[in-house]
């Protein structure tokens, strides 16, 4: 039996969190093991918010309210992190979990403190940038520090990100490593 029509043989064809029918699919919940015990079934509204914290609609996870008592041990999981990630201690401190469940769960939690100090840098459209990635500059810049101009339309490669400024990033221009204000880039 494949993992997907395992899956949605335990969770009766539904989001394994809101009950919804909405895009479903497969969501493997890391560590994963490749196995319907480590992954979830859930919509298209359930799966980027389980992927990405900043994304949590703290309304439409009201259904961990219920999935927190759960009889399917990743589902457990997967509400232990969401209320976790939304700072519901207080039912977070409701849920029952054995040990070996437990060390399951909080090896996916994001530690908050350092969730908390991680900057994201954004190119001049909001897309964000990533340590490697190539930005075009999209106007003509005077470099500090140096007698040139980096013209807008210059290609930056491998660009590095500074870590405690999301505004800046690094990169090399004629040679030369400069920091760059990410408004003035465009990741192409
Ligand atoms: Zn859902």
Redesign the pocket.
């Known amino acids: 039996m494949n993992l997907e029509k395992e899956l949605q043989d335990r969770s009766g064809g539904v989001?394994?969190?809101?009950?919804?029918s909405e895009g479903l699919s497969v969501l493997e919940v890391a560590p994963s093991d490749a196995t319907a015990n480590t992954a979830i079934y859930?919509?298209s509204?359930?799966?980027p918010q389980i992927q990405d914290a900043s994304l949590l609609d703290e309304a439409?996870l009201n259904?961990l309210n219920d999935t927190m008592w759960s009889e399917t041990p990743v589902v457990q999981v997967v509400s232990y992190r969401l209320l976790n990630a939304l700072g519901r201690q207080d039912l977070v401190d409701m849920m029952y979990m054995d040990d070996e469940l437990k060390a399951y769960a909080d090896a996916g939690l994001v530690d908050a403190s350092s969730a908390n100090e991680t900057v994201v840098h954004k190119d001049a459209n909001g897309v964000v940038l990533q340590t490697g990635d190539t930005v075009v500059i999209t106007k003509d810049l005077d470099v500090k520090g140096t007698t040139f101009t980096a013209k807008r339309g210059t290609a930056v490669r491998n660009i590095a990100l500074v870590h405690d400024n999301s505004e800046l990033i690094e990169g090399r221009v004629n040679g030369v490593k400069i920091q760059i204000l990410t408004k003035f880039l465009k990741k192409s």
């Open positions: 989001c394994e969190l809101c009950g919804s859930v919509c509204k359930c799966a439409h259904c």
